[in-house]
C-alpha cells in the first residue's frame, strides 16, 4: 500500500524537489491520483493551514508550501483529466475585484477537476463583468466565487445582480466561499449555496447539480 507521509512532509517543508519525487514514486507505485491529490497534496496543505493558524509557521511559508503543492498538482493533474469522469459538470471560477487571494480558490479547483468537473480558472481580480461575459461565452453549470477580503465580499453580490440584470441567473448554479464568506452572507446575496472548505464545495456543486 503506497503510503503519503513523505510527500505530507514536503508539502509541509516547502521541498520542491521531494514533493515531485515523491508524487512521482507514488506513481511508480501504481497510485491513484486523485488518491494522492487527497491524502498527500491536500492532507499536506491541510496541516500548513492548520499550523499557520495555530501561529506555528508564518506567511513566506505558506506561500512556499501552496507553490511546492502546485508543482505536484502539475505532475498529477493530466492523470486526474484522464482519470476524472469529465462531463460531470462545468465551473467557473474566479477570484472577485479587488483580492488577488487564490490559493483557496485553486484548491477548490483542483479539487473538482479530481472530481471530474470541467473548471474555467478566471483567475484572481475578477470584475463582475468578466464573469459575466465568461458565462455567456462557456455556459457554465456553476460559477464559483472566492473572497478572502471582507472589503471584497460585496462584488459577489455585484455580479449576482449583474447575472440578473443579463438575464442568466436562471442558468446557472452560483456558489460562493472563503474565509469571511458564510451561509446567512451567501443567503443575503441571493447564492445558491456557501462551503467552508475545498471538500464541501466538490459536495456543494454536486448536490446543486443533483437537485
Ligand atoms: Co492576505 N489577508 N492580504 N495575503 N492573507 C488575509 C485574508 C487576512 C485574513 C490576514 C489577516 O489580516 N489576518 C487579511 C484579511 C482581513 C479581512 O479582510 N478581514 C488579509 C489582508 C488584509 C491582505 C492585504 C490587504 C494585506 C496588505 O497588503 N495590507 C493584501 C490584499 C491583497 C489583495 O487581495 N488586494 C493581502 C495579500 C496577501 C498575499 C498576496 C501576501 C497572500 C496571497 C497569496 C495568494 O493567494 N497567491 C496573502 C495570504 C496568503 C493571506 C493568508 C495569510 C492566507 C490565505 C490563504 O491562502 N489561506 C490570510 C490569513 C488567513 O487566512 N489566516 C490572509 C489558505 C487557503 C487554503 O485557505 O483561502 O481560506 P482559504 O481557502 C479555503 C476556504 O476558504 C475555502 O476552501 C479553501 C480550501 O479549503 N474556499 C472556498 C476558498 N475559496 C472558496 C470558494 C468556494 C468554496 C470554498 O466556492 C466558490
Same mark, same amino acid.
Given at each position: 500500500?503506497? /503510503?503519503?507521509?513523505?510527500?505530507?512532509? $514536503?508539502?509541509?517543508?516547502? !521541498?520542491?524537489?521531494?514533493?515531485?519525487? =515523491?508524487?512521482?514514486?507514488?506513481?511508480?507505485?501504481?497510485?491513484?491520483?486523485?488518491? +494522492?491529490?487527497?491524502?498527500?497534496?491536500?492532507?499536506?496543505?491541510?496541516?500548513?493551514? =492548520?499550523?499557520?493558524?495555530?501561529?506555528?509557521?508564518?506567511?513566506?511559508?505558506?506561500?512556499?508550501?501552496?507553490?511546492?503543492?502546485?508543482?505536484?498538482?502539475?505532475? +498529477?493533474?493530466?492523470?486526474?483529466?484522464? /482519470?476524472?469522469?469529465?462531463? =460531470?459538470?462545468?465551473? +467557473?471560477?474566479?477570484?472577485?475585484?479587488?483580492?488577488?487571494? !487564490? +490559493?483557496?480558490?485553486?484548491?477548490?479547483?483542483?479539487?473538482?477537476?479530481?472530481?471530474?468537473?470541467?473548471?474555467? !480558472?478566471?483567475?484572481?481580480? @475578477?470584475?463582475?463583468? $468578466?464573469? @459575466?461575459?465568461?458565462?455567456?461565452?462557456?455556459?457554465?453549470?456553476?460559477?464559483?466565487?472566492?473572497?478572502?477580503?471582507?472589503?471584497?465580499?460585496?462584488?459577489?453580490?455585484? /455580479?449576482?445582480?449583474?447575472?440578473?440584470?443579463?438575464?442568466?441567473?436562471?442558468?446557472?448554479?452560483?456558489?460562493?466561499?472563503?474565509?469571511?464568506?458564510?451561509?446567512?452572507?451567501?443567503?443575503?446575496?441571493?447564492? !445558491?449555496?456557501?462551503?467552508?472548505?475545498?471538500?464541501?464545495?466538490?459536495?456543494?456543486?454536486?448536490?446543486?447539480?443533483?437537485?
Amino acid at each position: 500500500m503506497v /503510503t503519503y507521509d513523505a510527500l505530507r512532509q $514536503a508539502v509541509i517543508g516547502g !521541498d520542491e524537489k521531494e514533493v515531485e519525487a =515523491q508524487v512521482n514514486k507514488a506513481l511508480s507505485e501504481g497510485a491513484d491520483a486523485q488518491d +494522492i491529490l487527497k491524502n498527500g497534496l491536500i492532507a499536506g496543505m491541510e496541516v500548513v493551514g =492548520q499550523r499557520f493558524r495555530a501561529g506555528e509557521m508564518f506567511l513566506p511559508e505558506v506561500l512556499l508550501s501552496a507553490e511546492v503543492m502546485h508543482k505536484g498538482l502539475d505532475i +498529477i493533474n493530466p492523470l486526474l483529466a484522464k /482519470t476524472g469522469h469529465k462531463g =460531470q459538470g462545468k465551473v +467557473i471560477m474566479g477570484t472577485v475585484e479587488g483580492d488577488i487571494h !487564490d +490559493i483557496g480558490k485553486r484548491i477548490v479547483s483542483f479539487l473538482l477537476e479530481g472530481t471530474g468537473f470541467e473548471v474555467v !480558472d478566471l483567475g484572481v481580480d @475578477v470584475k463582475a463583468d $468578466a464573469f @459575466v461575459e465568461a458565462v455567456e461565452k462557456h455556459n457554465p453549470d456553476v460559477l464559483g466565487m472566492s473572497a478572502l477580503l471582507t472589503t471584497t465580499m460585496p462584488n459577489m453580490g455585484k /455580479t449576482i445582480e449583474l447575472l440578473k440584470e443579463k438575464g442568466l441567473r436562471k442558468k446557472l448554479k452560483v456558489i460562493i466561499g472563503g474565509a469571511p464568506t458564510s451561509d446567512a452572507f451567501a443567503k443575503s446575496i441571493g447564492a !445558491d449555496g456557501y462551503a467552508p472548505e475545498a471538500g464541501s464545495a466538490v459536495e456543494l456543486v454536486k448536490k446543486l447539480l443533483a437537485s
